[in-house]
């Protein structure tokens, strides 16, 4: 079981080192603060740092339960949630063009808190209005990213 975590660790590693080379490809910072390279540079050097402290951790020894040897499935529940969240996504990207973000993402946070256990609709159809009209405007009008807008003018 040791050897599937250590090609995974050096597999992220790699990842992290492709990641870091491509974010020197962008400036560090502009007039404003932070540029486009910053997060990616951090997050590679986050992500190989500890990617590499668990590749050492799993070589000496410390860090890996050893099972029997066979890999269970999820349970049925567990195994219909993550459908259910790959079908959402899928979903999500197939009426972001035509629909617009807010109304996407609307009916996205509605339907999946719904089906992953969330009962009181009030709640959930507050979250969902929330989180679709807000993350739209924080990223739309300040943060100047273009969004979808869709057929609606939503």
């Known amino acids: 079981m040791k050897r599937p975590w250590q090609i995974t660790c050096i597999a992220f590693i ?3 080192v492709f990641w870091m ?30 990617s590499l402290s668990l590749l050492v951790q799993i070589s000496r020894g410390k860090g890996v339960v050893e099972t029997s040897g ?9 195994g219909i949630r993550i459908i259910m969240i790959i079908v959402s ?10 629909l617009g973000f807010r109304i996407t993402l609307l009916l996205f946070l509605f339907f999946l808190t719904w089906g992953l256990g969330a009962r009181n609709w009030w709640v959930t159809l507050i979250f969902a209005i929330i989180g679709s009209f ?3 405007h924080v990223f739309y009008y300040w943060l100047k990213v ?6 609606f003018g939503i």
């Open 14 to 16: 790699g990842l992290a």
């Open 21 to 50: 080379v491509i974010s020197f490809q962008y400036s560090y910072h502009d007039r404003l603060g932070p540029g486009p390279g910053f997060f990616p540079f951090w997050l590679s050097l986050i992500i190989g740092g500890l």
């Open 70 to 78: 066979t890999i269970l499935p999820p349970d049925r529940a567990a």
């Open 89 to 98: 996504l899928l979903v999500g990207l197939a009426i972001l063009e035509p």
């Open 134 to 136: 807000g993350v739209f």
């Open 146 to 151: 273009p969004l979808p807008i869709g057929i």
